[in-house]
């Protein structure tokens, strides 16, 4: 069964850093663009960022210059390195397919950017 695990979330000062780890089991994901979403209260859920299988990439334009999404392939994994984080960053955040895998969505983990 498909699964997308996140982790790495935690509370931030406006101008810190994280980074966001997903695992992706259940099925064979190289060939799939995978992508950050991220929601926050009373939004709807964004993307972030996505990656393709030969490592072309995209941003939202309030991510630019500010996040790295990467994979792993033989670790099944999706990162996602925040930088010079923002209140608005503020957020749930979530990977999955680009377009997504509406009935996986998995637990998510909260960003909190706040002094």
């Known amino acids: 069964q498909v699964h997308f695990v996140e982790s790495g979330g935690g509370l931030v000062q406006p101008g810190g850093s994280l980074r966001l780890s997903c695992v992706l089991s259940?099925?064979?994901?190289?060939?799939?663009?995978m992508g950050w979403y991220r929601q926050a209260p009373g939004k709807q859920r964004e993307l972030v960022a996505d990656i393709a299988e030969g490592g072309t990439t995209n941003y939202a334009n309030s991510v630019i210059d500010r996040f790295i999404i990467s994979r792993d392939f033989t670790r099944h994994m999706v990162y996602l390195q925040m930088y010079n984080l923002k209140p608005d960053d503020t957020a749930a955040y979530y990977c999955n397919t680009r377009p997504p895998l509406h009935y996986y969505w998995g637990q998510g983990t909260q960003v909190t950017v706040s002094s």
């Open positions: 259940g099925r064979d994901f190289s060939s799939n663009v």
